[in-house]
């Protein structure tokens, strides 16, 4: 059975920083991409960064660059994202995701983090 655990999301204030967690099993991590998605209130979904499957290559969305970072832990089938600076408009559901090959793709629960004062 596939699984994505997301953890960490919650309520921080302007400037702070969170780290969300996404552990994978039922499939072979090591061999998929993975990203993070988030959905603020009454828009849609929208990739915030991308990790390639060895970790070599990342990619961010331009209203999060120098304030996220995307990491992976192999041996751990985990997957981090680290949100620093965050600001009110970071408000959203975050989603994992596991993509390999165009094919097969998976989808977290979901966690939510709201920015607040």
């Known amino acids: 059975q596939v699984q994505l655990v997301e953890s960490g999301g919650g309520l921080v204030q302007p400037g702070g920083s969170l780290r969300l967690s996404c552990v994978g099993s039922?499939?072979?991590?090591?061999?998929?991409?993975m990203s993070w998605y988030r959905q603020p209130p009454g828009k849609e979904r929208e990739l915030v960064a991308r990790?390639?499957?060895?970790?070599?290559?990342?990619n961010y969305a331009d209203s999060v660059k120098g304030r996220f970072s995307i990491s992976r832990d192999n041996a751990k089938n985990t997957a981090y994202l680290q949100m620093d600076s965050l600001k009110p408009e970071d408000t959203a559901v975050y989603y994992c995701?596991?993509?390999?090959?165009?094919?097969?793709?998976?989808w977290g629960q979901g966690t939510q983090v709201t920015v607040s004062s």
């Open positions: 990790i390639s499957s060895i970790g070599g290559s990342t």
């Open positions: 995701n596991a993509k390999w090959a165009r094919v097969y793709e998976y």
């Open positions: 039922g499939f072979t991590f090591m061999n998929y991409a």
